[in-house]
């Protein structure tokens, strides 16, 4: 049996169609679905739901994979998983910090969550708050999708990990910025 040859066969035209949309797909893409204002209220709206609990939460919109992820046909989750490393949300105090990642190319969502966090919530929850992501992107509901996605981590990290007053802890720190890294 022979393996198809990776410059030819079904598989390159596929991967040839992917490049493409990735490549096509830019930063003026991602200022199209998410304008200035839009990016300057979502990150308003972490830093209000970030005073309720101590949770961070970074939101990363991604207009496409770079080269060496589709080289090797790596997935939208493959890239949240190395961005969750590179913008630190693996690295909170306590260990719950949440990632909502938005891929435009693939028309992707990602939510990746830290153990402190994820111990409380079961996968089909997840599941389901990306679900209601896609449905907002599919009617253009970009901000809408993502304010959402926002409010229902928020309301998991309020249950799980609330800011009590009164309550013998360290003063409160901002560990992650709270506007969306936009790539």
Not at 88 to 97: E, F, L, S
Request: net charge neutral; with cysteine.
């Amino acid at each position: 049996m022979t393996t198809p040859s990776p410059t030819s066969g079904p598989g390159l035209l596929a991967r040839l169609v992917r490049l493409w949309r990735h490549r096509w797909h830019d930063e003026r893409s991602v200022r199209r679905l998410l304008p200035p204002e839009a990016v300057a209220r979502l990150g308003r709206r972490v830093a209000a739901s970030e005073a309720r609990h101590t949770g961070q939460v970074r939101i990363c919109v991604e207009a496409g994979l770079p080269w060496s992820y589709i080289r090797r046909g790596a997935s939208a989750r493959d890239r949240a998983v190395t961005l969750f490393g590179k913008l630190r949300v693996w690295d909170t105090a306590q260990n719950n910090g949440v990632l909502i990642y938005m891929m435009v190319a693939d028309h992707a969502i990602e939510i990746l969550a830290d153990r402190g966090i994820d111990a409380h919530v079961d996968a089909a929850e997840w599941a389901a708050m990306m679900q209601r992501m896609k449905e907002a992107f599919r009617e253009d509901r970009f901000e809408d999708g993502l304010t959402q996605a926002l409010e229902e981590v928020s309301a998991l990290l309020v249950a799980h990990f609330p800011v009590t007053e009164g309550a013998e802890m360290p003063r409160r720190v901002n560990e992650l910025p709270d506007l969306p890294v936009l790539l």
